[in-house]
């Protein structure tokens, strides 16, 4: 039985209705439901994409002479000859000026307004005084800056430009920065001066400086007195300037847009460093555009509507949030903890910015339920119509906690998909029910697959989350990857032109799916993603540590105070050396300032040695299999590893902490 089926009137109105009758009238073929609609979106690339540029009214000052050059994989041409500026297609939309685009707050500010107007008339002063300081299309602006509007003023103003835009969270440590920055090139850098996070301030100050001295090619700094709500202190250095100041060289400016080629770059984001330095993701003006025009059909974001998503600036979610300004609705900023002063706090924002679109983490939803949170008792959600999920597989229990203690009437949309294509592979619909534990459809113009070991595509069996064919919004090229060797390594080694994904999914008989997971070892936290090898660095600092294994299970081994999975950190320590507090207390603090707050472990282990494979790598997965049950000749295959006795340390931890049968129901967290 559904946990929910969308009323006959949330049908009729929805926006993917309209367009299903408007693209089946155009063609002259019956959509008769979303199964249909989705199939012929994946078989006449051609006509779906075609249709979402005209049917969404894309402004281009060239056309396109066809939509799909070529359909290989990688190597995809889209809609060829066309010239257009992602963010003209955002400000010079049919808008009311006085009408609100954005409203914001942080643990630093009150809830806020920015209309129309106001965004681009900051927008317009932002570009005039970036090409005051000698930004030209292409080059690289970047920014150490949280999840509020100077951001958002910042990218907008970049991208109207040509040029190419990057961010970081300003909790990531100086190296984690470096380390993406760096591949990049900056021009121009865009910080604050500190934030606030769980009620305590965070001075950022020296951090950007550690950063610049290893940013050779940063020509300008622009500093945001966040944290001190002032005017910084005048530090007399060329290229230094404060946010005020960038606006009042271009105040007064005019919108101007640069016209680009359909596959210009618009952003860089990064993977999550699992293995080495993270990945530099190029992603283009025009694909990035179409995805998330189309997106906005799966969202069923209408006039009036506030979409709000937790996240951070250093995750694809922030740019996914920003995307949502091609509909009618307005976005909703916030920075700080989701958990500060309590796990309400995002209600209450829900509550006073009237949300009706509210995206959260998997896992903050998960904690939530099991504090006990209950948020229509405590507060007016009348506004809310839509609650979204992401980040990890959303459990069966998060899924009744919601119809249960926010709204039966609330349409629960999980998704999944990956910051290599800024989207969702798999995720909701207006027009279908939702099924508990279960992720609706596959999206339209995805051609998602789950693929057995032989390469056969398998219907209600797990297997290898894979896309058949190309989509816009996958990467235009990976920095610095000038032969495109990494980038076939990364997504084309395993199926030679079709893009494995690192999931593992279920493919349901009713058309939905399930995800059971990475298959990779990213670990995101509270909406920042960090790959073990980034953590490994900076606990490998401290001189006692000779090797380290990072994993993050379930909550039967114990959560975090804000939700997320028990991160347990295993090391191997120098001869004679015990792991005692002050050496615990040490790593955590190393990994606090190189990586981010959020990436400290829960709980930190002595092992002998580090289980590896013969080519080195680290066995993050079999050993996160191990702890949460998995019978360890399931979870790795012995002959591949260097050292196989070092699996059987993880083999007797699990069965050390597996619940007692009898208290399987009630077993709590550490």
């Not at 946010?243 to 005019?254: I, K, N, P, V």
């Not at 995750?315 to 309400?344: E, K, R, T």
């Not at 909406?527 to 660095?537: A, D, K, L, Q």
Request: charged share 20%; glycine share 10%.
């Amino acid at each position: 039985m559904p946990l929910w089926e969308p009323s006959a009137q949330d049908r009729e109105r929805a926006e993917m209705t309209r367009f299903m009758r408007w693209a089946g009238e155009r063609h002259g073929r019956r959509l008769g439901g979303y199964d249909e609609l989705w199939h012929w979106s994946v078989q006449e690339l051609e006509e779906f994409w075609g249709d979402i540029w005209e049917f969404c009214g894309v402004r281009a000052s060239k056309p396109y002479e066809r939509v799909l050059g070529s359909r290989a994989m990688p190597g995809a041409s889209w809609f060829e000859g066309a010239e257009l500026n992602y963010a003209e297609n955002i400000l010079l939309a049919d808008r009311d000026p006085d009408a609100v685009a954005v409203l914001h707050t942080s643990e630093l500010r009150e809830l806020g307004e920015l209309t129309w107007g106001e965004l681009s008339a900051q927008v317009a002063a932002a570009a005039a005084g970036l090409r005051s300081l000698g930004v030209e299309r292409g080059d690289r602006v970047v920014a150490y800056m949280p999840n509020i509007p100077e951001t958002l003023v910042a990218f907008l103003a970049t991208a109207s430009i040509g040029a190419i835009w990057s961010s970081a969270a300003p909790e990531f440590g100086a190296r984690s920065v470096i380390d993406r920055f760096s591949q990049i090139e900056p021009k121009v850098l865009f910080a604050v001066d500190g934030y606030r996070h769980g009620g305590k301030d965070f001075d950022r100050t020296a951090v950007v400086e550690g950063m610049l001295a290893e940013l050779p090619t940063v020509e300008h700094t622009v500093m945001l007195p966040y944290l001190s709500a002032g005017e910084l202190p005048d530090r007399s250095a060329p290229g230094r300037l404060s946010w005020s100041g960038l606006l009042a060289l271009g105040d007064g400016a005019a919108l101007v847009f640069e016209q680009v080629p359909f596959e210009h770059p618009l952003w860089v984001l990064y993977s999550s460093g699992t293995t080495g330095l993270p990945k530099a993701i190029v992603q283009g003006h025009g694909g990035i555009l179409v995805e998330q025009l189309k997106k906005r059909m799966h969202l069923d974001l209408r006039p009036g509507d506030r979409m709000f998503w937790f996240t951070t600036t250093g995750w694809m979610m922030w740019n996914f949030l920003v995307g949502c300004l091609h509909s009618d609705a307005a976005i909703v900023l916030y920075d700080g903890s989701p958990a500060h002063p309590d796990l309400d706090a995002l209600w209450s924002l829900a509550e006073r910015a009237r949300i009706t679109c509210m995206g959260l983490s998997a896992g903050l939803l998960a904690g939530m339920e099991k504090a006990g949170v209950e948020p229509a008792r405590d507060h007016d959600l009348s506004a809310l119509r839509a609650i979204g999920s992401t980040g990890s597989p959303l459990a069966p229990e998060a899924f009744r906690w919601v119809y249960g203690h926010v709204g039966s009437e609330v349409w629960l949309f999980s998704t999944s998909g990956g910051t290599d294509v800024c989207t969702a592979f798999v995720g909701g619909c207006p027009l279908l029910p939702v099924y508990e534990g279960e992720l609706q459809c596959r999206v339209l113009g995805c051609a998602v697959e789950a693929w057995d070991e032989a390469g056969n595509s398998v219907v209600d069996e797990v297997g290898e989350l894979v896309i058949t064919e190309p989509m816009p919004s996958m990467p235009l090229f990976l920095w610095g990857d000038d032969d495109g060797e990494r980038l076939l390594d990364s997504y084309f080694s395993t199926y030679p032109g079709v893009w494995r994904h690192g999931d593992w999914i279920r493919i349901t008989p009713r058309g939905g799916a399930v995800i059971y997971g990475r298959s990779d070892s990213t670990i995101n936290r509270q909406g920042v993603r960090m790959g073990t090898s980034e953590i490994y660095r900076a606990a490998s600092a401290v001189p006692q540590v000779l090797d380290a294994l990072v994993v993050d299970v379930p909550g039967r081994a114990g959560s975090s105070s804000e939700g997320e999975l028990w991160m347990i950190m295993f090391v191997v320590l120098a001869p004679g050396v015990l792991l005692d507090e002050d050496l615990a207390a040490q790593i955590k603090r190393r990994i606090r300032e190189d990586c981010s707050p959020r990436h400290v472990p829960n709980e930190l282990l002595q092992i002998d040695e580090v289980p590896r494979t013969l080519s080195g790598k680290v066995l993050e997965v079999p050993v996160k299999r191990i702890l949460m049950g998995a019978p360890p000749q399931e979870a790795a295959s012995v002959d591949s590893l260097a050292n196989p006795r070092s699996l059987d340390y993880f083999v007797a931890l699990a069965e050390q902490r597996a619940p007692a049968p009898q208290a399987a129901d009630s077993a709590g967290g550490r």
